[in-house]
């Protein structure tokens, strides 16, 4: 494999790459956590404007800090400005932080991504698009800002970050050669084509849950975030469709789980991530039933938000073991790490 230079990439240089890669996708994961709790806190006008906050790069810790007038100051057509808090400011403010360090992150990624261009272009191609979409995902959140927290923004928002650590588990894990061996040949056709369904019940879930966790802003604001006891008999008809499927996604994802270990000689890659999909699945689905039946609490919302995530993450990345020729697009050969 060779450097962005011309000379052969060390393994220590592509054990660097898939180093800091694995580093990046968990400052997203981080970053999705913080982002539902900004949700779930009602935190998301916490900042007013966009990039600044309050108008300043550093953000005040009391009232006394702003003009008089900043209500009506930094208020637009699109919101009024509440009453200043501190709390929802600096969570907020911090969100924004962390966003515009994983940005650092992922064009750092890139960077290293270039000792795989000529050997194993996949891996360019995926760190690329991961830069270009968190720089898309960074542009949107100031529209989101803009919008007062539009619905819709809010969904593509999600979907964004959603794409960024996709890309960035494919490259990870085409950076180096994925180990089949341990299952049959003549059963990846049923594998592959459980997988499939799997993956596309799981970001099916996931626009449905962003759907729902839309709705759920409504009721709230309705109810002035109070009496979260009546939150569910309020909710449309997108919730009840969201929790039947869950059954579905889990029994699908039980089935590939079957396969993959009918074919299994040992305790191989594929199985192992099949092994973590299936635990992240049955954590996402407890965390919902704590929702359904337990009257939202809130504490549940961010780590649900999170989980639910993973679980198409960990879906992505068992596609990168099933599909690994994917990694060889562009060469005719494998060229391991």
């Not at 960035?168 to 994925?178: G, Q």
């Not at 449905?208 to 604001?221: H, M």
């Amino acid at each position: 494999m060779e450097s962005h230079t011309g000379l052969p990439a060390t393994k220590t240089q592509a054990g660097l790459f898939r180093s800091f890669g694995i580093a990046t996708v968990f400052s997203v994961f981080f970053l999705i956590l913080v982002g539902g709790i900004v949700r779930s806190t009602g935190s998301g006008m916490g900042c007013p404007d966009w990039p600044k906050c309050f108008g300043t790069w550093i953000p005040p810790t009391q009232v006394e800090q702003l003009p008089a007038d900043y209500q009506e100051r930094f208020s637009t057509e699109n919101h009024s400005v509440a009453e200043f808090s501190v709390f929802k400011t600096w969570t907020e403010y911090l969100n924004r932080l962390l966003g515009v360090l994983v940005g650092i992150l992922i064009f750092i990624t890139l960077l290293l991504s270039l000792r795989f261009r000529r050997q194993r272009p996949i891996v360019t191609i995926l760190s690329l698009a991961a830069f270009i979409l968190v720089a898309f995902v960074g542009w949107l959140g100031a529209k989101v800002v803009a919008s007062n927290l539009m619905p819709g923004m809010i969904t593509i928002h999600m979907l964004g970050a959603i794409l960024v650590t996709g890309c960035l588990i494919f490259a990870v894990s085409y950076a180096k050669s994925p180990e089949l061996s341990a299952l049959r040949p003549g059963s990846m056709t049923g594998i592959r084509a459980y997988w499939t369904v799997c993956i596309s019940l799981a970001f099916m879930q996931l626009i449905l849950g962003t759907q729902v966790r839309e709705a759920i802003d409504i009721v709230a604001k309705e109810l002035n975030d109070t009496q979260r006891e009546l939150w569910i008999d309020r909710m449309p008809l997108v919730f009840y469709i969201h929790r039947s499927a869950s059954l579905a996604f889990l029994v699908i994802s039980f089935l590939l789980h079957y396969r993959i270990r009918g074919a299994s000689s040992d305790a191989n890659s594929v199985l192992k991530a099949s092994n973590i999909h299936l635990i992240v699945t049955f954590i996402a689905i407890a965390l919902g039933i704590v929702l359904a039946y337990l009257d939202m609490p809130a504490f549940a919302q961010p780590l649900h938000l999170l989980m639910g995530s993973m679980v198409c993450f960990t879906s992505l990345y068992l596609g990168t073991l099933i599909f690994p020729d994917f990694a060889l697009v562009g060469k005719g050969k494998t060229h391991s790490a």
